[in-house]
């Protein structure tokens, strides 16, 4: 009987020291765990960041272009029908804006019309004060 109530308590002298060791590693991992969040919410943060400037960016350039096809692509439109030449139903001439750019596409009878539209063109976008690069891919097709 002797013995085992000194194999009890030593089991419970055992016992006593493992849940110290326990409660030990419980803190040892609690602090590593509190760092590796506390890193995990700094790079977090850091991306939130850098996707808000590119965010931002965007918007910036997206007004941009949205500002140009609300303006600059009609005053264009408008300046090409009112040329008595361009104004001929065998043409078509479409006009987009965007990306600093200005793009004529379809297709009209003659070279010089296509020339003359882009100079129109080239007209509108200086007179609006704009410094978009025209790009003339209107096609000759008599």
Same mark, same amino acid.
Not at 51 to 60: I, M, V
Not at 71 to 90: E, F, S, W, Y
Not at 102 to 113: D, F, I, N, S
């Given at each position: ?15 006593? #020291?493992?849940?110290? *060791?326990?409660?030990?590693? !419980? ?8 760092? /590796?969040?506390?890193? #995990?919410?700094?790079?977090? #943060? ?10 931002? /960016? ?5 007004? @941009?272009?949205?500002? &140009?096809?609300?303006? =600059? ?6 300046? !090409?029908?009112? &040329? @008595? ?5 065998? *043409?078509?001439?479409?006009?987009? #804006? ?5 793009? =004529? ?8 019309? @296509? /020339?003359?539209?882009?100079? !129109? ?10 410094? *978009? =690069?025209?790009?003339?891919?209107? @096609?000759?097709?008599?």
């Amino acid at each position: 009987m002797n013995r085992l109530l000194i194999l009890g308590i030593a089991c419970i002298g055992i016992g006593g #020291s493992g849940c110290k *060791n326990t409660a030990e590693g !419980i803190k040892e991992d609690t602090a590593q765990n509190a760092e /590796s969040a506390k890193e #995990s919410g700094e790079k977090a #943060s850091v991306a939130t960041q850098k996707a808000t400037e590119r965010l931002g /960016s965007a918007t910036e350039k997206m007004g @941009k272009n949205t500002g &140009d096809a609300l303006t =600059l692509t009609p005053r264009i439109k408008l300046a !090409i029908t009112d &040329d @008595k030449t361009l104004n001929n139903t065998a *043409n078509l001439i479409d006009v987009e #804006s965007g990306d600093n750019e200005v793009r =004529l596409t379809g297709h009209v009878l003659t070279e010089a019309m @296509k /020339s003359l539209a882009g100079t !129109i063109a080239q007209k509108t976008i200086a007179q609006a004060g704009a410094k *978009n =690069l025209l790009v003339n891919e209107l @096609k000759v097709k008599p």
